[in-house]
């Protein structure tokens, strides 16, 4: 079993709608992430998790919401999807602050 | 501001014709140096981790360098299934939380 699972894997939706995306692991890792990735842009940071009651803004926070429900799981929030939202969005999980990340499969959002 | 830049954006090469990646890097005291492989519709895996210059990691096919400026990841006598994207990322040594910067990636393809 993959120790970063995301789901849902593909979404379609339409403008105005709220959204929820799960990460799920089994890596035993206290730090979480959430990256965005657009063509021509790179991954990008939204939010990351240092642990249940830490939480921290990323590069880009505006319009995403997040939720650490315990050390296994991180959600990402759209409280009000916009179609420039639409992108691939990743979930990482590391050790340390300063180990390497170990990401999920992703899922890919469409907003309409 | 951290910065990232790989180049080139796009390499084509001949199975066994040997070349090398850039990743340049601008930042306050660097922490280490990540090298990713992404495959298409997957999430990136980790290949390396440099923390100072004159360091050197391999990997089957793959050999990465560090100097004060920049980083190479070579490969030697690719084959087609080295064709990925090819990310690089930064960390400072800042104080505080310092994420990752990761630059916009090299898209290998290897032609049989």
């Known amino acids: 079993d993959a120790d970063v699972t995301q789901t849902p894997r593909n979404r379609i939706t339409k403008t105005g709608k709220r959204i929820m995306l799960e990460c799920s692991q089994t890596k035993g890792h206290d730090r979480m992430y959430w990256y965005r990735q657009d063509p021509g842009l790179g991954l990008r940071l939204i939010y990351y998790s240092f642990d249940v009651k830490d939480i921290n803004k990323g590069e880009i926070s505006d319009g995403y919401s997040v939720s650490r429900q315990a050390q296994a799981k991180f959600s990402l929030s759209l409280e009000s999807a916009i179609p420039n939202q639409t992108a691939l969005y990743f979930c990482?999980?590391?050790?340390?602050?300063?180990?390497?990340?170990?990401f999920g499969p992703g899922t890919r959002l469409t907003v309409l | 501001e951290d910065q990232v830049t790989q180049s080139p954006e796009a390499l084509r090469l001949q199975e066994g014709e040997s070349s090398s990646l850039n990743c340049s890097y601008t930042?306050?005291?660097?922490?280490?140096l990540f090298w990713y492989r992404q495959d298409p519709g997957k999430g990136p895996e980790f290949l390396f981790t440099l923390y100072s210059a004159g360091e050197e990691k391999e990997k089957e096919r793959l050999k990465a360098t560090l100097t004060k400026k920049e980083s190479f990841l070579h490969i030697t006598a690719p084959k087609p299934e080295d064709s990925a994207t090819y990310l690089c990322?930064?960390?400072?040594?800042?104080?505080?939380?310092?994420?990752?910067?990761f630059g916009k990636g090299t898209r290998l393809s290897v032609i049989a």
């Open positions: 990322a930064v960390q400072a040594s800042r104080a505080g939380n310092t994420p990752l910067v």
């Open positions: 930042v306050s005291g660097l922490r280490g």
């Open positions: 990482a999980t590391s050790e340390d602050t300063y180990n390497e990340q170990f």
